[in-house]
């Protein structure tokens, strides 16, 4: 089965982009990630946006990068989780040569733009239920699955912190990082409370920007030269929507599925995984898919983690941008964790910040309130 | 309107916050309008159905065990315990600023279905696994939101 390649990856700029609009970002993110593949946008056969705030986000983009005739048009908004979901639609479309060069797209200005709509009644049939219960979210949803890990498997807090200090010491080598000062397990425990038992270093910042990944088929990878990224396996479900309760057992994730999958399509297990770029919204977030990719035995995640296992130099490289935590969380990250991966198999790095010989990769998106999951595989075929 | 609710069960206090409550307010619609009109009356009902057993919500037009529609409501004891919780220090809503910090958990209701909601308690007064029992804050003139407090 043909696999899409990944040909170029890009970010915006990141942090605070207070002159540009979501559209602005997705658009420069776009042509960057074209010019990393040595393609224009008169090569573009189609477009998947995640995210957006926007109505109908394909057409907006399409429009705004005036492709002609894309024959693509992917929207699918499951959240954060929504590019590694576009990572099996396109690679469909590409195997039934509907087209060889797509775009996956991202923008933001979380940071600076305008604030949500907080209009007060509420007429959605499924949110009545929750806002008037007045929880923070998403923290304060995460922060209830955390709590309900603590109370089974006996997880600290002590070992949610790990997470944090081992992503801020990869973010210490990334200058596009928005926190690089290294951190202790005391700092994050010493942070602000947000929502128990998390405090501010357990949650991602807010930032601005966005983020895009060409596709292309075997064929046109060949045709450009590139290093042969693959796609070679993906799945996505989800367990609810943005009502944390109604997640049936909130200490295991949608990835206990997709992750399986998206291994067995690839042909290779967790040991096989040579960096791991999960979706860090939070702390937990992370803690809980290491467990249900199956790094580690369900309830065991705490202990996995302690002692820098996904630290530079650990077990598991993870997060090697810095993460959601550290880099930069425009609000949908998972675009994020697939730039990542790529540019580790590609060999970017230098020094530490490269894993060394890395030839699969695994990119795990989580949208919502931990509602949906999207496990990619990725790996270098000339490896 | 609730035939099958157990008519000995005693309603919960419902108390009127419609002028100091600056928060969410739920609009009834569809399958839940049944729901929000018993919480007038301090009643917390949910969809039992008669043909798979199926005990749900929030309220939907269909049983999520079979298919069935309108899985009938019956009354809840209003009693449950604590799933998870969390305490927020951020208000998560316009109106709860003032709140901060304060108690939101998932509760397991005694007859099965669980409900996100506000817990009137101290921050430090409530463990998982914590029996609790509703109450009814009145935000509208459609809607009371069930809020619970330590049993
Ligand atoms: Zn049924």
Known sequence: ?383 | MTGDADESASSATVEDRREEWKGPVPVPSGANTEFWAATLEGELLYQHCEECGTAQLYPRAVCTGCGAVDPPFERSEGVGSVYTYTVCHVPGEPGFGDRTPYVVAAVDLAEGPRLLALVDCAPDAIEVGDSLEVRFWQVSDEAAVPVFVPA
């Open chain 1, 1 to 383: 089965m043909a696999e899409p390649i990944v040909a170029g990856v890009a970010e915006s700029d990141l942090g605070e982009t207070p002159d540009r609009n979501w559209l602005d970002n997705a658009g420069i993110a776009t042509v960057r990630a074209l010019e990393d593949a040595d393609l224009t946008l008169e090569d573009v056969d189609g477009v998947a946006v995640g995210g957006g705030d926007d109505y109908m986000p394909a057409l907006v983009l399409a429009e705004y990068l005036d492709l002609e005739e894309p024959s693509l048009l992917e929207g699918t908004e499951i959240g954060g989780s929504s590019f590694e979901n576009f990572c099996g639609h396109v690679g469909d479309a590409m195997a039934r040569g509907r087209a060889d060069v797509v775009v996956i797209a991202y923008g933001s200005t979380s940071k600076t733009g305008p604030g949500r709509d907080r209009s007060l009644e509420v007429t959605h049939p499924v949110d009545g239920f929750v806002r008037p219960t007045g929880l923070f979210r998403p923290p304060g949803a995460y922060a209830m699955a955390a709590r309900r890990h603590m109370h089974e498997y006996g997880t600290t807090e002590e070992q949610l912190a790990e997470i944090a200090v081992a992503t801020r010491e990869w973010a210490s080598m990334n200058p596009k990082a928005a926190q690089r000062e290294p951190i202790t397990v005391e700092d994050v425990l010493e942070s602000r409370q947000i929502a128990e038992p998390f405090n501010l270093l357990d949650c991602c910042l807010v930032s601005d920007g966005g983020g895009a990944v060409v596709l292309v088929s075997e064929e046109k990878a060949r045709e450009l030269g590139v290093p042969e990224i693959a796609v070679a396996g993906v799945a996505s479900t989800s367990t609810h929507r943005q009502d944390i309760s109604e997640m049936p057992d909130m200490t295991t994730t949608g990835a206990a599925v997709t992750g399986p999958k998206a291994f067995d399509e690839a042909g290779i297990s967790p040991d096989d995984v040579d960096v791991a770029q999960l979706y860090d919204s939070f702390s937990y977030t992370a803690l809980v898919t290491l467990e249900d990719l199956g790094f580690c035995e369900k309830g065991e995640g705490g202990e996995f983690v302690e002692g820098g296992t996904t630290a530079p130099g650990g077990e598991l490289p993870m997060n090697t941008q810095g993460g959601g935590l550290s880099y930069c969380h425009p609000g949908h990250f998972g675009v994020f964790v697939l730039i990542e991966a790529a540019r580790q198999l590609r060999g970017d790095y230098t020094g530490d910040r490269q894993v060394d010989g890395a030839e699969v990769a695994v990119a795990h998106g989580t949208g919502g309130v931990l509602s949906s999951s999207s496990t990619v595989v990725l790996r270098r075929e000339d490896a």
